[in-house]
Every structure is written in C-alpha cells, then in structure tokens.
C-alpha cells in the first residue's frame, strides 16, 4: 500500500512539475483534475502499462529497447482519454538560446508533446526514486 501511495504522489508533483514546464500541458478543471490525472496514471502504471509492455515485446527485442518509451506515450494517452479535462495539446516552442546553443522557434505537434512529456514524467519520477533510496 506503501508503494501505490508513494507512486501516487510522485505522480501528482510529477505532472504539477510538467504541466507548468510545457504549455501543451492543461488541467481545465484545476488541482481536482490533477488529482484525478495522478490517480489515472498511477492506475494506468500499475495494471494496464505491464501489458502494454507485453505487447510492445517483440518490438523491443528487435530494436533492443530503443522503443520502451513508446509504452509510456501509450500509458499517457490513456489517461488523457480517461480524464477529459486532462489535454496536451500541441503548441507554439519559442525557440530557445544558450551560448551558441540554439533551439529554433517551432511547432510542436500534439504526437511530439506527448512523446516529450512522457520523457519529463519519466526522468522526474526517476529522480524522486533515486531521491527515496
């Protein structure tokens, strides 16, 4: 039970973290839609991405894991699907600049922000795990 809650609530900081780092991002209805978003995607962890792992196999093992991150875009798309006030939606990147480093201005398209937010939810609620241990 531990488990489940910790997974819980480094969800809830996760997509409160991510929803205000992209603007592809919305929770219409508030933190009572990201409370639910949390919930949804916990769920969605827990008992639907192991099969989507198990139907993504093959394709993993011929590609050697490079598409791994393909169940979590999935694992996304459920819970936006489940939770109507939970969009991402595609937008606007304004380009970004870092000593020579350039980022060009571009459209984001609604496939790319669910592949980049997956990434975000990922690297995070990798880190807050290594945070606890």
């Known amino acids: ?3 489940y809650l910790r997974l819980y609530i480094f969800n809830l900081v996760t997509l409160w973290l991510v929803g205000n ?3 592809g991002v919305n929770f219409r209805g508030g933190y009572q839609t ?3 978003a949390a919930l949804a995607l916990s ?6 991405k192991p099969l989507i792992n198990l139907l993504l196999l093959p394709i993993n093992l011929l590609t050697l894991g490079m598409f791994r991150w393909l169940s979590n875009v ?3 798309y459920l819970v936006t699907k489940v939770i109507p006030k939970f969009e991402i939606l595609g937008f606007n990147f304004p ?3 870092y000593h020579g480093f350039v980022v060009p201005r571009m459209f984001l398209t609604t496939f790319w922000v669910f592949v ?3 990434f975000l939810i ?12």
């Not at 769920?43 to 639907?48: M, P, S």
């Not at 990922?122 to 241990?133: E, H, N, Q, V």
Request: hydrophobic fraction near 65%; aromatic fraction near 8%; proline fraction near 0%.
């Open 1 to 3: 039970m531990k488990r």
């Open 21 to 23: 780092i992209l603007e």
């Open 34 to 36: 990201l409370a639910l």
């Open 43 to 48: 769920a969605v962890d827990v008992l639907i």
């Open 74 to 76: 999935i694992a996304l």
């Open 95 to 97: 380009g970004f600049s």
């Open 116 to 118: 980049i937010t997956s």
């Open 122 to 133: 990922s690297l995070i609620i990798s880190f807050l795990l290594w945070l606890t241990k």
